[in-house]
């Protein structure tokens, strides 16, 4: 039921009382839900078609007629600028996911949708929302134990799984599923650039995707796309004079301004004689130079700066044959010292040798049109940078985004050492599992664990429609397969029929999936809840800022 007063009143004795302000909007009881739902609905219709390797892409052209062409989930949720309450709340998912994973965001939004539309059937049949929240947890649970049942024990050094993982992500982007050479190149680049910043403690193994930066440059192909073992920064030396190429580098890394620095409390100067101005600048200079003499003493030949190098410093520094940039940004910086192994300092009469890093070379190159600074052969560099190159904008945008995912996808396997089948064959897995243990609940809760199995298909279902095949027929295939165990069956969406995803060579990370599941579950639980939907009408300034109807003129 929709209501829409001029303001919300509940009548005490006859005596109207106002509860909500005037143009408030309520929509409530199954009505509300159905609303949300329907809005999820539309959000899986949207992304659907962009999921696996035959998936299409979306343009999404914002209001200032900037053009983005992508197949990843999170970049097109982001992009679209939704309005709609509960189809905001897949945008959250799709954001937590790709925060916490770095993969399969378009997994967890088409699943979370299909369960609430597998839960409108269910309403439809008077079954209570709590009855369906339940069962879907009764079912979670039990897809959790078997996909740890299912999970596949993987090394850091099996490099040919690592391969299949890091493939299995990249498929399928626009950038990349073109070519097999191109999808060879960039997955050596990963999985070198996550096993160059691993490092295990305590017996586990510790990846931290920010030690990966990525710095995009228009220009070239997409196979000259590097690995460099060390820093890029996006900047370029302060002087002209100064070396642009540095053998055996110590690098100093400074967090404090080469500059004068003003007096902390309001000062004045007064100069009343042009000896006085002369003394002034003089000792101004005398400052400055023993700052440079201070960075020269310690043996370092290369300066990186977070803050500003005046001119005159530039000049001595340059005089001495010291290579420096200015401005860098803090993560820059932190990455520089996790590289070369450098001390940042914030006070330059704490600099001495022991505080510099080490790069082989230091050197500025001209990259698409533009000067960049390279930092490479780093001892044992704890930070890595993959240059991303491509031949246009919108290219490099989109390998940028398959490299993130690429990395994110390797960093969750390797974190649990564990990965699952690909291709749908997980999900059918857990369907077929989940349908059998469903006998055992009696009651309303056993219609909603069997509506979370057939939500489960959805994924082996949109990958076969993307590739063009009969879904229906793969579906009936794939349940055969399972019941007789064949857990490793899936879609092969490049033969075009139900393939083996082991001989094929087809995996996700185990961690991918876990929160794939656990967060879509969570999502349409959240949505479920909801019987009330009680939205604001807009403010007076709002009313006043909306340009007044005109109406033509009459002749």
């Known amino acids: ?172 982007k626009g950038a990349t599923s073109a070519d097999p050479k191109i999808l060879d190149h960039i997955a050596n680049i990963v999985i070198e650039a996550v096993r160059t910043v691993a490092r295990e403690e305590n017996g586990k193994l510790i990846i931290d995707r920010e030690d990966i930066k990525r710095e995009k440059k228009t220009g070239g192909s997409i196979y000259d796309t590097e690995l460099v073992k060390g820093i890029v920064i996006d900047k370029e030396v302060v002087h002209p004079q100064m070396p642009k190429v540095v053998k055996n580098a110590k690098i100093a890394l400074l967090n404090v301004g080469l500059e004068v620095h003003k007096p902390e409390t309001d000062a004045e100067i007064r100069i009343t004689k042009p000896e006085e101005l002369k003394a002034f600048l003089e000792e101004e200079e005398k400052m400055l130079k023993e700052m440079v003499e201070k960075i020269a003493r310690t043996g370092a030949n290369v300066v990186f700066c977070q803050k500003g190098i005046d001119d005159l410093p530039q000049h001595f520094l340059a005089k001495k044959g010291i290579l420096a940039a200015r401005r860098l940004k803090s993560s820059d910086m932190e990455k520089l010292a996790k590289a070369t192994g450098a001390r940042i300092i914030t006070n330059l009469d704490d600099l001495t040798e022991k505080d510099l890093g080490y790069a082989e070379i230091v050197e500025e190159k001209r990259v698409g049109g533009e000067n960049m600074i390279f930092v490479r052969g780093c001892k044992n560099p704890k930070s890595v940078t993959i240059l991303v190159r491509g031949g246009s904008e919108h290219v490099v945008d989109e390998l940028d985004r398959s490299v993130e995912d690429g990395i994110g996808a390797l960093t969750s396997a390797l974190a649990e050492q564990a990965v699952v089948y690909g291709g749908g064959a997980i999900e059918m897995a857990l369907a077929t599992y989940i349908r059998k243990q469903a006998t055992k609940y009696s009651g309303r809760e056993q219609l909603a664990i069997l509506a979370f199995a057939d939500a489960l298909e959805v994924i082996p279902r949109i990958l076969a429609e993307n590739a063009g095949m009969d879904p229906v027929e793969t579906i009936l295939k794939l349940r055969a397969a399972h019941e007789k165990g064949e857990y490793s069956k899936g879609v092969d969406v490049y033969a075009m029929d139900v393939g083996d995803m082991e001989k094929v060579g087809v995996y996700d990370p185990y961690k991918v999936k876990k929160q794939v599941l656990t967060a879509a579950v969570e999502a349409a639980e959240m949505i479920l809840r909801i019987d ?15 340009p007044e109807e005109t109406t033509p003129e009459e002749d």
Do not use: F, W
Request: aromatic residues 0%; glycine residues 6%; charged residues 30%.
């Open 1 to 172: 039921m929709v209501e829409r007063p001029k303001a919300l009143l509940a009548q005490i004795g006859g005596q109207p009382v106002l509860i909500l302000p005037e143009g408030t909007v309520r929509t409530t009881g199954k009505d509300a839900i159905k609303n949300n739902i329907a809005a999820c609905k539309a959000v899986q219709e949207t992304i659907r078609t962009t999921l696996g390797p035959r998936g299409m892409d979306k343009m999404l052209v914002d209001s200032l007629g900037d053009i983005t062409i992508t197949n990843d989930g999170v970049t097109i949720l982001e992009e679209m600028e939704i309005e709609h309450p509960a189809a905001k709340m897949m945008v959250e998912i799709a954001k937590t996911v790709n925060q916490e994973v770095g993969d399969g965001t378009t997994s967890s939004v088409v699943l979370a949708a299909e369960l609430l539309r597998k839960a409108e059937e269910l309403l439809d049949q008077n079954i209570h929302p709590t009855i369906i929240t339940k069962g879907y947890k009764i079912a979670l649970n039990l897809a959790l134990q078997k996909l740890d049942e299912l999970k596949k024990k993987i090394d850091i050094n099996d490099t040919e799984t690592l391969k299949k993982i890091v493939i299995t992500s990249l498929s399928g």
């Open 532 to 546: 009330d939907i009680i939205a604001a009408g807009k403010s007076v300034k709002e009313e006043k800022e909306k």
